[in-house]
């Protein structure tokens, strides 16, 4: 009974390599996000969408490549992995009826690239 | 440019003790500010939130305050315990800013001492 769920959990992989982050969340929501946090644990926003439309895309390099196959799910593909890619990836979903965007946040993807 | 900072990394108190964290924003007004925990390997989870037009807000064992005069929040956590030791992160949207897009504090851990 998750309510936001990412997968997988950890990820080590080498440079150059494709992956993905798979997420899904069962609340009900209209509008999903990665965030990824840094080793400084500076949390920043990568993506947004809304109703699985393209809403936020913050000067994310054009390697990660997000997919919203309906609205409870939002998946993160990157491309040509860099070993600065290593952080946690974090999907959040907020729900329709707030105007203040309170997330609900999965447990974390952590990517670790070799 | 606008910035949102927590400017202790750290917070070391006595069991029972009343903690006190800091969040201060500069160059803009939020219209809100929201108040995330996060464990070691979790994800955040939402506390509390509070409108620039309220002075205080509570949940249990959780107080808000926000001063726009001197541009703070502030986060106390009363007769703190062992489990309330995490981090704590601050986060607001920007002026003119998408409700969408929050901006995350680098966050205080705080630590209860038994």
């Known amino acids: 009974d998750t309510a936001v769920s990412q997968t997988p959990k950890y990820l080590v992989t080498q440079m150059g390599n494709d992956k993905s982050i798979k997420c899904e969340q069962n609340l009900g929501h209209d509008t999903m996000y990665w965030y990824k946090q840094d080793s400084k644990k500076f949390l920043k926003i990568m993506f947004s969408y809304n109703n699985k439309e393209l809403i936020i895309n913050e000067t994310v390099p054009n390697r990660f490549s997000p997919k919203s196959p309906d609205k409870a799910h939002l998946n993160l593909h990157i491309n040509s992995l860099e070993l600065g890619d290593s952080a946690v990836y974090f999907c959040a979903s907020s729900p329709p009826s707030s105007n203040t965007g309170e997330l609900f946040f999965g447990e974390g993807s952590r990517l670790t690239v070799l | 440019s606008q910035k949102i900072e927590q400017n202790s990394e750290a917070l070391n108190i006595q069991e029972g003790k009343t903690a006190t964290l800091t969040c201060n924003y500069t160059n803009y007004s939020p219209a809100y500010l929201q108040w995330y925990r996060q464990d070691p390997g979790r994800g955040p989870v939402f506390l509390l939130l509070?409108?620039?037009?309220?002075k205080e807000k509570r949940k249990e064992r959780l107080k808000v305050t926000f001063d726009t005069t001197l541009k703070q929040s502030l986060f106390h956590i009363t007769a703190s315990q062992p489990a309330d030791s995490a981090t704590y992160l601050c986060?607001?949207?920007?002026?003119?800013?998408?409700?969408?897009?929050?901006?995350f504090g680098k966050g205080t851990l705080l630590t209860v001492n038994p």
């Open positions: 509070i409108r620039e037009n309220e």
């Open positions: 986060a607001s949207t920007k002026s003119g800013g998408s409700n969408y897009k929050l901006t």
